[in-house]
């Protein structure tokens, strides 16, 4: 096309892209160029602008590592993140919720009631539920639910050289009755990474960097779509204003406070280790 305007732009894109072999790839791309140009025309953008993005998005490659993605950040504080978690979860199932850069492969296996209390301090919380067939409502046996969260100093393994290898990760497999069960301690809130770009525009729009406090779970099982989610204690202060919008109500929890480690309805190894009083959680996860 010759003469391209603000009004035929989005055509000439298409019509550039007319030869693209996978047709999911030429939609989305067909898309995303016609939204980038409507915001375009709609906020007006100045070249000014254009240009602070574009030094933003170039410092967000010279802070990534292979430890950090700034990148990612970008999308979780947008809210993007969240809304791709959204779009492909929900129903019978139980939500999907940020995975986060914390998550380290091949942790530790722990039987059904195992201990990940560890040396660890704070709270102590007995942990129980189920993995379920969401359509079914059938227990499933033999499903890994690979686990991992933050000590009570709001820092996971892997960012804490004071914390042994590994501590409070593990992976699970349900027992014959779908059950999975573990002691830890309580997790704590934390902030995202805010010493960056991601940071900078936390700042400008009057926003704080911090996270309610979680428990992350992946669970992987035969026959099903892999679920990664994460579990909220309802009484945390941030709440209500998650930095990176993981928060929906079916994934928040009350952590229900326990004095006799005889009334939890599941057998735990280290269930004389439970400083009391400690906290109780049933959640049943849905695939
Ligand atoms: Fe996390």
Request: aromatic content about 10%; glycine content about 8%; proline content about 7%.
């Amino acid at each position: 096309m010759r003469s391209v305007t603000k009004d035929t732009i989005t055509d000439a894109f298409v019509n550039y892209c007319r030869k693209t072999k996978d047709p999911r790839l030429k939609f989305v791309l067909s898309r995303l160029a016609a939204h980038l140009h409507e915001f375009a025309k709609e906020v007006e953008l100045t070249h000014e602008e254009w240009l602070q993005g574009m030094d933003l998005l170039y410092r967000a490659g010279r802070i990534s590592s292979p430890e950090r993605s700034e990148f990612i950040l970008f999308s979780d504080v947008l809210g993007l993140s969240a809304v791709v978690d959204m779009v492909g979860s929900g129903g019978k199932r139980t939500e999907y919720s940020n995975l986060g850069p914390f998550h380290i492969a091949d942790a530790k296996w722990l039987e059904p009631g195992g201990d990940m209390i560890g040396t660890g301090d704070g709270d102590h919380v007995a942990f129980y539920g189920r993995v379920l067939d969401a359509r079914s409502g059938a227990p499933v046996p033999g499903a890994v639910l690979d686990i991992w969260q933050t000590a009570a100093n709001g820092l996971y393994s892997n960012q804490d050289p004071a914390q042994p290898e590994g501590n409070l990760r593990c992976r699970m497999k349900t027992d014959a009755g779908g059950r999975y069960g573990f002691t830890t301690v309580r997790p704590a809130p934390y902030t995202v990474p805010d010493d960056g770009p991601v940071g900078d525009l936390l700042r400008a729009t009057g926003r704080h960097p911090w996270r309610p406090a979680h428990f992350h779970f992946m669970i992987k099982a035969e026959g099903y779509r892999p679920l990664t989610t994460e579990i909220f204690p309802a009484d945390d202060p941030y709440i209500d204003q998650d930095a990176v919008f993981g928060v929906r109500h079916r994934l928040v929890v009350d952590l229900v406070p326990e004095t006799n480690p005889a009334r939890v309805p599941f057998k735990m190894t280290a269930a004389s280790r439970l400083k009391t009083p400690f906290f109780r959680v049933e959640y049943d996860f849905r695939i």
